[in-house]
């Protein structure tokens, strides 16, 4: 059965004085593709990394699998089964791919599962079944996106987050990419994605909010938005 998986309420989040989220509320269902996205510096990335446990909001809530996330540590937040893709990627350079994502799995105890996910990760991702052994940080960025998503995906998410997986990308890897979250919207993954790529994000959000200077502006289907006027003026580069 679905239900509701998240749900942010009045969210409020400064750095020092400067308030960056302001008050912003959203919900993901269970199996959905939720997106946020916005202009630069509107608060998105915040967002995550205050739903991840590395920032602690002002005030407001955010459950998660009916458990109330505030002054959970980040630890505790992805043993909940909230994973988190960074923005930048952030994976360990001098460690292999497939240490990479062992690292994904550090809290799990059952070996065998591990070992089988990380063979559906080669099978998600064959460019790293090729390069299993090689140094994460020689990677291409496209192919470091892609280990920054297979390792989220180790803990076996309940929702994945997804940080700008477009971001610095070339054209044909961004595709790659966006095919791939397609691919795991499909097999029932839930995700929370923020995406400069406004038109990709849209064509695969089941709902998407619009976010600007700690605010979500307008929110609706993924579908409407793509056709709503000041989306298409703001996002989509349309006149
Ligand atoms: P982008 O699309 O550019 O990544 P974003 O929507 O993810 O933008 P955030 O990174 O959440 O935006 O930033 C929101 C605001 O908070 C910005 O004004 C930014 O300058 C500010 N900010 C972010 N991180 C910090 C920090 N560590 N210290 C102070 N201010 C910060």
Same mark, same amino acid.
């Given at each position: ?41 509107? #608060? ?8 991840? #446990? /590395? ?7 955010? @459950?998660? $699998?009916?458990?109330? /996330? ?9 043993? /909940? ?28 105890? $059952?070996?065998?599962?591990?070992? @089988? ?89 089941? @709902? ?28 989509? #580069?349309?006149?």
């Amino acid at each position: 059965m679905s239900g509701t998986l998240l749900e942010v309420e009045d969210l409020r989040v400064a750095y020092g004085k400067v308030e960056a989220v302001k008050g912003v509320s959203f919900t993901v269902e269970e199996g959905q593709v939720v997106t946020l996205i916005g202009t630069n510096g509107a #608060g998105k990335t915040t967002t995550l990394h205050t739903l991840s #446990g /590395l920032l602690t909001p002002t005030s407001g809530s955010s @459950r998660f $699998d009916g458990r109330d /996330l505030t002054g959970l540590p980040a630890h505790t937040v992805v043993a /909940l089964g909230l994973a988190h893709s960074p923005e930048g990627r952030h994976v360990f350079p001098r460690l292999t791919v497939e240490e990479n994502l062992l690292l994904g799995a550090f809290l799990r105890k $059952d070996a065998g599962g591990v070992a @089988r996910d990380v063979e559906r990760s080669y099978d998600l991702f064959p460019r790293l079944r090729e390069r299993r052994g090689q140094a994460a940080g020689t990677l291409s960025g496209g192919e470091q996106q892609m280990l920054a998503m297979a390792r989220a995906l180790m803990c076996r998410p309940k929702l994945l987050m997804l940080d700008e997986p477009s971001m610095g990308l070339s054209p044909i890897m961004m595709k790659k990419i966006m095919a791939t979250v397609a691919e795991l919207k499909a097999s029932g993954t839930t995700i929370l994605l923020v995406e400069q790529n406004a038109r990709a994000a849209l064509a695969l959000a089941d @709902r998407a909010y619009v976010m600007e200077t700690g605010r979500i502006v307008l929110s609706g289907s993924g579908a409407d938005l793509l056709h709503d006027e000041s989306v298409r003026k703001a996002y989509l #580069g349309v006149e």
